[in-house]
């Protein structure tokens, strides 16, 4: 079992940048992919990145490919997320989340642990 805490989170103008981390617990924690979703009210939880174990193979969708960078430091249990050129419509709640094994799926059920979540909001 793993418990994901996540921070970083704030409001920042159109253009900005933040970047999120994600302190996972337990001694195995490098043996689990993350994944970065968000939700943004009345929406679906949207995939935003993943990573494998390693952090050599990292995923995207379209809407944030350019913008957005995945990375883990296993040492430190932790996994970031640089949010670069964001717009309005990044915002949402963003939470990490984790599944044990080495396959990055990009749907919400597909993930068995998730954080609190921490809200991003992107003002115009």
């Known amino acids: 079992q793993v418990q994901l805490v996540e921070s970083g989170g704030g409001l920042v103008q159109a253009g900005g940048s933040l970047r999120l981390s994600c302190a996972a617990s337990g001694r195995t924690s490098s043996r689990y992919v993350i994944g970065w979703f968000r939700q943004a009210p009345g929406k679906e939880r949207e995939f935003v990145a993943g990573?494998?174990?390693?952090?050599?193979?990292?995923y995207y969708p379209d809407s944030v490919k350019g913008r957005f960078t995945i990375s883990r430091d296993n040492a430190k249990s932790t996994v970031y997320l640089q949010m670069n050129s964001l717009k309005p419509e990044d915002t949402a709640v963003y939470y990490c989340?984790?599944?044990?094994?080495?396959?990055?799926?990009?749907?919400?059920?597909?993930?068995?642990?998730w954080g609190q979540g921490t809200q991003v909001t992107v003002s115009s």
């Open positions: 989340s984790a599944v044990q094994g080495d396959y990055v799926g990009r749907s919400a059920y597909e993930y068995d642990y």
């Open positions: 990573i494998r174990q390693s952090g050599e193979h990292t």
